[in-house]
């Protein structure tokens, strides 16, 4: 099992930049990929980004491409997302999701979840 812990979430303005974290623990991650999933109210969680620990391969929404970044620090055991020129439309609460897979199959089924961090970006 693969503990997941969020931070760095908060308000925000339009425009504005922001650097979510999530710090992992309990196994060793090199078969894994972690990633980020966001619930926006009365929607459906959806997939973000994800990161391959081993060899660092990404995979995006599509909408999140040239405006988000995914990354990883190993010594750390710690993931990523520097979102930047957040919109409104950024609002919701983004959670922290992993399982041993390759990194463009985390969207198919996390088997960890963090507890989530909000987001909140006010125009």
């Known amino acids: 099992q693969v503990q997941l812990v969020e931070s760095g979430g908060g308000l925000v303005q339009a425009g504005d930049s922001l650097r979510l974290s999530c710090a992992a623990s309990?196994?060793?991650?090199?078969?894994?990929?972690l990633g980020w999933f966001r619930q926006a109210p009365g929607k459906v969680r959806e997939f973000v980004a994800a990161?391959?620990?081993?060899?660092?391969?990404?995979y995006y929404r599509h909408s999140a491409k040239g405006r988000f970044t995914i990354s990883r620090d190993n010594a750390k055991n710690t993931v990523y997302l520097q979102m930047n020129s957040l919109k409104p439309e950024d609002t919701a609460v983004y959670y922290c999701?992993?399982?041993?897979?390759?990194?463009?199959?985390?969207?198919?089924?996390?088997?960890?979840w963090g507890q989530g961090t909000q987001v909140t970006v006010s125009s």
């Open positions: 309990g196994r060793n991650l090199s078969n894994y990929a």
């Open positions: 999701a992993s399982n041993s897979v390759s990194a463009s199959l985390l969207p198919l089924g996390p088997r960890n």
């Open positions: 990161i391959s620990w081993s060899d660092g391969s990404t």
